[in-house]
């Protein structure tokens, strides 16, 4: 099973990035799936989540209205759109998968993890 994260890279403030998230091993079309950032010296995050469907997604109040969650089930992949990026969003980024198929918000009901991409926002 696993998880490969995708996508990361140096942009611009105001800029837009895409991540994706590649699942392989087994279906994670009935998982939850969420997407995590670390900054620098800081504890990992909650950047948004989506339920199995796609049809119910939870932002953090500081990505809300420019990040963007979606999935694609049949390919098994999950998209981070990323819009208006601050320096702040510089983090590498995590996608994860709950084996329950509704939101998940804590970083410890997850049950998969991929090995993250950095995103590096320049001022």
């Known amino acids: 099973v696993q998880l490969q994260a995708s996508g990361g890279g140096l942009v611009q403030a105001g800029g837009s990035r895409r991540l994706s998230c590649a699942a392989s091993?087994?279906?994670?079309?009935?998982?939850?799936m969420g997407w995590f950032r670390q900054a620098p010296g800081k504890e990992r995050e909650l950047v948004g989540t989506i339920n199995w469907s796609g049809s119910v997604t939870y932002y953090a109040v500081s990505v809300k209205g420019r990040f963007t969650i979606s999935r694609d089930n049949a390919k098994n992949m999950v998209y981070l759109q990323m819009n208006s990026l601050k320096p702040e969003d510089t983090a590498v980024y995590y996608c994860?998968?709950?084996?329950?198929?509704?939101?998940?918000?804590?970083?410890?009901?997850?049950?998969?993890w991929g090995q993250g991409t950095l995103v590096t926002v320049s001022s």
């Open positions: 994860a998968a709950d084996l329950g198929g509704g939101i998940k918000i804590r970083e410890y009901e997850y049950d998969y």
């Open positions: 091993g087994r279906t994670f079309s009935r998982d939850a």
